[in-house]
């Protein structure tokens, strides 16, 4: 399970996954308040790629569509 340390990396690893196979790749948002953490997990259903990023960044939070 891959732990991205920038967004850049983890958006286009993440775009990969999704073209793949879009009709079986699921993610995953978990907003902690208390701690202004961010978590987003990218995965597919088969779970052969497991992407994971974690921010404390609301930037990030906001520029999701």
Not at 35 to 54: A, E, M, P, R, S
Request: charged fraction near 25%.
């Amino acid at each position: 399970m891959p732990q991205y340390q920038t967004w850049e990396e983890f958006s286009r690893a993440a775009e990969k996954l999704y073209l793949a196979d879009p009709m079986k790749t699921r993610v995953v948002l978990k907003y902690r308040h208390s701690d202004g953490n961010l978590c987003i997990k990218v995965t597919d259903d088969l779970v052969q790629w497991h992407l994971n990023y974690c921010t404390l960044r609301h930037g990030i939070a906001r520029g999701l569509k």
